[in-house]
């Protein structure tokens, strides 16, 4: 148990970069290897079934699965694939590198 706020701070930043790089060590296995990977991959169904179990058995387990969840759902938003915010935001650098902004065809066209 943390101490004082500063402490609580302090587990807190190590948690979140715990989880965030077993995200970002999960998403880059996918990437490298998505064949032995496949078979682990599941959609939202999979995951509220994963959360219930886990709320069932451990509540306090279930923060970190929350965190997780939004820690995977973030990185993969932030891909820069057109349909998701990535996508904008790597719009919205090319326009910066230009100077000014995008032809509307194209970034309708995105």
Same mark, same amino acid.
């Given at each position: 148990?943390?101490?004082?706020?500063?402490? #609580?701070?302090?587990? !807190? *930043? $190590? @948690?979140?970069? %715990?989880?965030?790089?077993?995200? /970002?060590?999960?998403?880059?296995? &996918? =990437?490298?290897?998505?064949?032995?990977?496949?078979?682990?991959?599941?959609?939202?169904? #999979?995951?509220?079934? !994963? *959360? $219930? @179990?886990?709320? %069932?058995?451990?509540?306090?387990? /279930?923060?970190?699965?929350?965190? &997780? =969840?939004?820690?995977?759902?973030?990185?993969?938003?932030?891909?820069?694939?057109?349909?998701?915010?990535?996508?904008?935001?790597?719009?919205?650098?090319?326009?910066?590198?230009?100077?000014?902004?995008?032809?509307?065809?194209?970034?309708?066209?995105?």
């Amino acid at each position: 148990m943390p101490s004082n706020v500063a402490d #609580a701070f302090t587990m !807190a *930043g $190590s @948690e979140f970069n %715990r989880l965030a790089g077993s995200v /970002l060590s999960g998403l880059k296995n &996918i =990437v490298t290897n998505f064949s032995g990977m496949a078979g682990q991959l599941s959609g939202p169904v #999979a995951i509220v079934a !994963a *959360g $219930s @179990e886990i709320a %069932r058995t451990d509540a306090a387990g /279930l923060y970190q699965f929350c965190a &997780i =969840v939004n820690i995977n759902l973030a990185v993969v938003n932030i891909l820069p694939l057109p349909a998701l915010d990535g996508g904008y935001l790597l719009l919205l650098l090319l326009e910066a590198a230009r100077g000014k902004k995008l032809p509307e065809t194209l970034e309708q066209g995105v």
